[in-house]
């Protein structure tokens, strides 16, 4: 364990969207198509941050406009929500133990927390030093020995950060997290931004986390292909689902992990807080479909780490707010009902709660 491990870690994209190109043919054909139409625009741009790349398009009158407002506040975020930097909520409450925090960070912990509440520490911002234990904060990647994940778990659980609406305060927990959360918040804002700028359409990729605005230009649903773990660089899909107005995101081990060369173990970024360990739930990968991409974005990595009977439950439970397309290590998919109908796959499909 001493000796520095060679490692390999690799980054994909979980959730592709099929629909950008089509989107963008469709809103020039719309330009002949109707009368307004010569001033709706597509714009689209690439930008890289929290740690991704990130994909925004849309269309509008004042589509320029909209895009360099999203570029804007993704950039406002990534720097007020990473672990690291000046301007961060987050570093400054990692670095001294309680910090002032802005109306957006109070907004992201206060949803975190009943969201850590409600899957019973499933998701759970406190996981933030085992992220670093096995060097996913700084790619400094290694197997932690059981008893520093042991002593570090005594620092980690939701109900330890002390949390009053404009302040945070550690308590007893070691280190905070967003990773799990941030994109989610990040790409309801930009519907938001979408929608101070009128436009007709939008949809933004982040990472994997996709989210709609609208329909496509030429009034069809949009359309999201969703990873295969087994086949995650390739146009092979777990299945395709239709939607507007609505976030999609997946969480897989197949997006961040390194592999330990001298046992030749692949080590994942979704930790099970009451172990320490990259989750083991028997499933290999969670979509999360929600009007709300922060939800989905917490609830992907959540179910990941409750597994089916525990997401199946929660969905009971909760399920109002959000569908969800599960796959397990066997290769058995399973759609919750209200989604079933937007969702097509060349493989079998289980339906939960018909
Ligand atoms: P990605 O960020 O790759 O899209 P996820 O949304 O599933 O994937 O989030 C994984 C990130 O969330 C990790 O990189 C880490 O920052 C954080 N995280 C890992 N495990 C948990 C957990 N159990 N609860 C909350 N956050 C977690
Ligand atoms: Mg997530």
């Known amino acids: 364990m001493q000796e520095t491990q060679k490692i390999r870690m690799k980054t994909v994209i979980s959730a592709i969207l099929i629909s950008l190109l089509a989107m963008l043919s469709a809103a020039c054909a719309a330009g002949t198509a109707s009368n307004n ?45 990473s672990v ?12 001294f133990g309680k910090a002032k925090i802005s109306e957006d960070t109070a ?21 933030y030093p085992i992220m670093r234990l096995w060097g996913f904060t700084d790619s400094e990647y290694r197997v932690p020995q059981r008893e520093e994940l042991e002593s570090e778990l005594e620092h980690v659980g939701f109900e330890k950060p002390i949390f009053t609406q404009d302040s945070l305060e550690l308590g007893d927990a070691h280190g905070i997290d967003l990773g ?23 949809c933004v990729s982040l990472g994997g986390n996709v989210q709609c605005y ?13 990873a295969h773990p087994m086949y995650p660089d390739s146009s092979v899909y777990l ?33 099970d807080p009451k172990t320490g360990y990259p989750a083991e739930s028997g499933l290999s990968s969670t979509t999360i479909v929600s009007k709300s991409g922060m939800l989905a974005d917490a609830l992907s990595t959540a179910c990941y780490v409750m597994g089916l009977e525990g997401s199946i439950e929660y969905w009971k439970e909760y399920g109002e707010d959000f569908d969800m397309i599960l796959m397990t290590d066997d290769g058995d998919i399973y759609v919750t009902a209200p989604l079933a109908q937007s969702f097509t796959s060349s493989f079998h499909v289980n339906i939960i709660g018909e």
Request: glycine content about 8%.
């Open 239 to 271: 299945g395709v689902v239709e939607v507007e107005d609505r976030a999609v995101v997946t969480s897989g081990a197949y997006e961040r992990f390194f592999i330990d060369e001298s046992s030749s173990k692949r080590y994942h970024h979704i930790i």
């Open 214 to 226: 609208k329909r496509k230009t030429d009034g069809s649903l949009f359309r999201c292909g969703i």
């Open 37 to 81: 139409a010569e001033q709706i625009h597509t714009a689209s741009g690439e930008v890289f941050a929290m740690d991704t790349y990130m994909k925004i398009t849309c269309s509008g009158k004042r589509s320029e406009e909209a895009l360099e407002a999203a570029i804007a506040e993704i950039q406002r975020l990534d720097a007020l929500l």
């Open 180 to 202: 799990g959360i941030a994109k989610g918040f990040t790409s309801d804002r930009l519907m938001e931004v979408f929608d101070s700028y009128g436009m007709v359409s939008g």
């Open 107 to 127: 907004h992201i912990i206060e949803k975190a927390l009943e969201i850590s509440r409600a899957t019973n520490g499933a998701f759970d911002i406190s996981i």
């Open 84 to 95: 690291s930097g000046e301007e961060s909520d987050i570093n400054a409450v990692n670095t």
